[in-house]
């Protein structure tokens, strides 16, 4: 059900020899993993990089008062922001009072694709959440549900140092399982699965040869 550390190596020994990436796994019903399925894909991290010029990370605060540990920004039509006044999606970036960068062609047809590979023909996101970890850094358990259809997926792309990913049930008390992430990994949250409660462990000190100390994640969402 889980991969292991062994697996985690398996993938890495598979890329380093030029062949294709594990076949999708099924994590619980709705939700997939395909394991390295961005691994070899620099372009998306070097369209990232623009992305991150025009709206820098930065730590926002929640409602409660708190500055989250996780630095953020986003690209598409909307981005997700908090602030002391609550939680949304806006179409524009509060740090800069502009619009968010588009977002890049080639996320948009990554998520596409990463989706298919699940089932799920046709999606279009409008929005993408870029969160980014340094050691220590943490989400809490939390369902995501401010967007409009949650027939449509979110596809979450890892890269860089592993986390530890929490996934839990419809229900905050529900004890969830771990995942581990690693660099590349691409997983598919639709179905049963979409409004389950999930977050992150405090990431661990550790360094990824192309990003450093850092894990970064992407969120793709269909949000209207
Ligand atoms: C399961 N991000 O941005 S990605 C988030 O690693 C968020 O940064 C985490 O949770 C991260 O909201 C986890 C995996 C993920 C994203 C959305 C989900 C898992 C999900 C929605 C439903 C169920
Ligand atoms: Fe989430």
């Known amino acids: 059900m889980t991969r292991n550390k062994r697996d985690a190596m398996t ?3 598979f890329d380093s ?8 796994q099924t994590l619980c019903p709705g939700a997939v993993i395909l394991p390295a399925y961005a691994g ?8 990232l990089q623009d ?3 025009a709206a ?6 929640t409602p409660g008062g708190f500055s989250m540990s996780v630095a953020m920004s986003n690209c598409g039509s909307f981005g997700w922001v908090t602030d002391s006044t609550g939680y949304r999606y806006d179409s524009i970036d509060p740090m800069t009072g502009r ?8 996320f948009s047809s990554f998520a596409r694709d990463a989706a298919a590979e699940a089932g799920f023909d046709g999606y279009t996101p ?5 969160n980014r970890y340094e050691p220590g850094a943490r989400l809490s358990l939390h369902q995501d549900k401010d967007e409009r259809d949650f027939s449509w997926p979110i596809v979450s792309v890892s890269f860089g140092i592993p986390a530890v990913f ?15 992430l690693l660099h590349g990994d691409v997983v598919v949250w639709g179905g049963a699965a979409r409004l389950r409660y999930h977050g992150v462990m405090p990431v661990r000190e550790a360094y990824h040869e192309r990003l450093g100390r850092c894990r970064i994640n992407l969120t793709f969402r269909k949000v209207t």
């Open 99 to 106: 619009v968010w960068p588009r977002m890049p062609d080639c």
């Open 11 to 13: 993938v890495d020994l």
């Open 17 to 24: 020899i030029g062949e294709a990436e594990p076949a999708p």
């Open 126 to 130: 409008d929005a993408c959440l870029i």
């Open 51 to 53: 992305v991150i010029a």
């Open 166 to 180: 929490l996934f839990g049930g419809l229900s905050r008390a529900d004890k969830p399982m771990r995942v581990p």
């Open 40 to 47: 070899q894909d620099d372009r998306l991290l070097a369209a």
């Open 56 to 61: 820098p990370f930065r730590r926002m605060v």
